[in-house]
T-cell receptor
Framework: ETGVTQTPRHLVMGMTNKKSLKCEQH?????MYWYKQSAKKPLELMFV???????ENNSVPSRFSPECPNSSHLFLHLHTLQPEDSALYLC?????????????FGPGTRLTVL | GIQVEQSPPDLILQEGANSTLRCNFS?????LQWFHQNPWGQLINLFY???GTKQNGRLSATTVATERYSLLYISSSQTTDSGVYFC??????????FGQGTTLQVKP
């Protein structure tokens, strides 16, 4: 778990709250990802950052706002969420340019929106 | 986009049994990973295997890229092997596309 860490591990918020999820990777990677996993479903890619630039936004609503201040940190800012946004949010990282782009995942933040 | 299909969707085994999980994908890939998701949601990397065969203890995997499938073998299964097994692939974009998963339950 020390490779990719996420905080908080659990979060309960109301629809009018603003909160942020944090991800940190200690693997020296330069690409980071946010995934959403709803109940009984596979992971869905939300955002991709490569060298701190967003290179993918997979039609995600604007109430989710990512931020990548440096290659080790990734945030997901949340505001005005809906109950259907309740899910497990997973962060991942991978190297770039090495020919081996294996992704490693954090433990996830389990989000409940009331 | 690439489609990923895993089979079977559910599998129940008695402790000590062997099993084979399959992953079919619809296009050429340059990354294929197998993960085990434990009951707490943690995705654990099992194999990075875009082609060839690898073994790690009781687990092994084979990917036949030309025929667009991969197999995960679990031998002498244990109750701690229970959970969901995901196959995920990506092409040149680097985006991982996940299959629906195989839910494995190993009974003592």
């Amino acid at each position: 778990e020390t490779g990719v860490t996420q905080t908080p591990r659990h979060l309960v918020m109301g629809m009018t709250n603003k909160k942020s999820l944090k991800c940190e990777q200690h693997l020296g990677h330069n690409a980071m990802y946010w995934y959403k996993q709803s109940a009984k479903k596979p992971l869905e890619l939300m955002f991709v950052y490569s060298l701190e630039e967003r290179v993918e936004n997979n039609s995600v609503p604007s109430r989710f706002s990512p931020e990548c201040p440096n290659s080790s940190h990734l945030f997901l800012h949340l505001h005005t969420l809906q109950p259907e946004d309740s899910a497990l949010y997973l962060c991942a990282s991978s190297p770039l340019g090495t020919g081996v782009n294996e992704q490693f995942f954090g433990p996830g933040t389990r989000l409940t929106v009331l | 986009g690439i489609q990923v299909e895993q089979s079977p969707p559910d599998l129940i085994l008695q402790e000590g049994a062997n099993s084979t999980l399959r992953c079919n994908f619809s296009d050429s890939v340059n990354n294929l990973q197998w993960f085990h998701q434990n009951p707490w949601g943690q995705l654990i990397n099992l194999f990075y295997i875009p082609s060839g065969t690898k073994q790690n203890g009781r687990l092994s995997a084979t990917t036949v890229a030309t025929e667009r499938y991969s197999l995960l073998y679990i031998s002498s299964s244990q109750t701690t092997d229970s959970g969901v097994y995901f196959c995920a692939v990506s092409s040149n974009t680097g985006k991982l596309i996940f299959g629906q998963g195989t839910t494995l339950q190993v009974k003592p």
